[in-house]
């Protein structure tokens, strides 16, 4: 049944441009109704693979399937099914908001003026629809950019950075957006570097760098692991050397002037007692703010 394949699928994906290789052995699976979010820092190989999925350009090695069918072989089946948004929309600033849903919806070969009034609806600019795109904000622009990839009604959306050169007020509109799509039962593929957009939305991130996957997880599972706690004392670098004495401590730095460490089975309580017991009497133990972006320059810390 085609209703149980997934969404989004890459399998061993490749590009190599020259001998730089964007995308390196990518195996990725995203299911039917998540929104799921693609982090990677500039250059990661996000929209190479983005690219790649659209069928605009072809792999190197390995495939990419869409709603369980192979793309490059089957984009007459494919792609009326996905809406997509690559890097800045291309839209035409001398025409409205609406004049250019009705063109991009003719190159998709016609699209009824219902469904273009409903798309309106959707991206809030009904009341802005006969004005000139270049008087558009961009906050406007990007909504509109997304209301032409929601003209055919897909199932599932790729978008490149959708909250780029978007203002706070902008991106909390995108992201509701993002989201209401999704409640209807819309997969939604999204890329970004800006991860506390996507730590708010996404149920599940995979991380990239260099082309490659370096992590796949949902993002309680990323939020919830093991924090680091930071501790002031007299004396840090002495209780340094006897925290990396622990199994536990192994990690333990002193950071603007703080110990960070872990706690003895993550508990805070068991790493105030060490403290005490060793003679090293805390002025503050905190429990640290750990966020994706903390994850994410863990985890892509070399660029
Ligand atoms: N047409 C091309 N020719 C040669 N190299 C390319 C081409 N497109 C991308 N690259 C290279 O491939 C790598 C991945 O680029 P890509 O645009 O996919 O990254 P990205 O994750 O989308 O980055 P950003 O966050 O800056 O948009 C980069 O090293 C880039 O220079
Ligand atoms: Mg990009």
């Not at 490749?14 to 979010?37: M, P, T």
């Not at 997509?84 to 849903?101: D, K, M």
């Not at 993002?219 to 004396?235: M, N, Q, R, T, Y």
């Not at 990396?244 to 333990?252: D, S, V």
């Amino acid at each position: 049944m085609i209703g149980a394949q997934p969404a989004f699928r890459a399998i061993g994906l490749s590009k190599a441009y020259g001998k730089r290789l964007a995308v390196d052995r990518l195996d990725l699976q995203v299911d039917r109704g998540e929104l799921f979010g693609f982090l990677g820092p500039n250059g990661a190989g996000k929209t190479t693979t983005i690219r790649m999925a659209l069928g605009l350009i072809a792999p190197t090695n390995g495939t990419v399937e869409i709603l369980g069918a192979e793309v490059r072989h089957n984009r007459s089946k494919v792609l009326p099914r996905v809406g997509a948004l690559v890097e800045s929309p291309a839209l035409y600033g001398y025409l409205s908001g609406r004049n250019n849903l009705r063109v991009f919806g003719d190159l998709l070969g016609g699209v009824p003026e219902k469904r273009i009034d409903e798309v309106l609806e959707i991206i809030s600019l009904t009341g802005r629809d006969k004005d000139k795109v270049k008087t558009y904000s961009m906050g406007m622009k990007q909504r509109l950019g997304l209301g032409v990839a929601l003209l055919n009604n897909p199932d599932l959306l790729i978008l490149d950075e959708p909250a780029n050169g978007l203002d706070p007020a902008g991106i909390v509109e995108m992201r509701d957006l993002l989201r209401s799509l999704a409640a209807e039962g819309k997969t939604v593929f999204i890329s970004s570097h800006v991860l506390s957009e996507v730590q708010q939305i996404c149920t599940r991130v995979a991380i990239i760098n260099h082309g490659k996957l370096i992590r796949l997880a949902p993002v309680h599972e990323l939020l919830d692991a093991p924090g680091e706690f930071e501790i002031k004392v007299d004396s840090p670098d002495a209780l340094v050397v006897a925290l990396r004495l622990q199994p536990w401590g192994q990690e333990a730095r002193v950071e603007h002037g703080l110990v960070i460490t872990r706690a003895p089975q993550g508990r805070g309580r068991d790493l105030i007692a060490f403290l005490v017991q060793n003679g090293h009497q805390p002025d503050s133990v905190g429990e640290r703010q750990r966020d994706l972006e903390d994850i994410f320059l863990s985890l892509t810390g070399d660029s």
